[in-house]
Nanobody
């Protein structure tokens, strides 16, 4: 079973940077999608950046070149580097793993981490 543990959230001012890290243990080889989602208060989860089963990176439109997702197979981590943060990036960020086949989507996620809070002040 997948075990996901996020770290690296915090509070920054607009324009600042944060690096989130997710420890992934379990059957990552069977994952079809792995990456980061977020949920702002009163909103649904939305994808931020993910790796699909071909190892390709996909970013949400709002990222606009500000974030970079990376992974380390030896350490079994998936990181999200976030630069030029904006107040609208304020949300709980979740590491997520999907094992079922299909589009990388919050509706298809099989395992969620507990989340790490990111707060960006103006």
């Amino acid at each position: 079973q997948e075990h996901l543990k996020e770290s690296g959230g915090g509070s920054v001012q607009a324009g600042g940077s944060l690096r989130l890290s997710c420890e992934v243990s379990g059957y990552t080889e069977s994952s079809t999608c792995m990456g980061w989602f977020r949920q702002a208060p009163g909103k649904e989860h939305e994808g931020v950046a993910v790796f699909n089963n071909n190892g390709e990176r996909t970013y949400a439109g709002f990222v606009n070149g500000r974030f970079v997702i990376s992974r380390d197979f030896a350490k079994k981590t998936v990181d999200l580097r976030m630069d030029n943060l904006k107040p609208e990036d304020t949300a709980m960020y979740y590491c997520a793993v999907q094992q079922k086949y299909g589009p990388c989507s919050r509706l298809n996620v099989d395992f969620w981490g507990r989340g790490t809070q990111v707060t960006v002040s103006s």
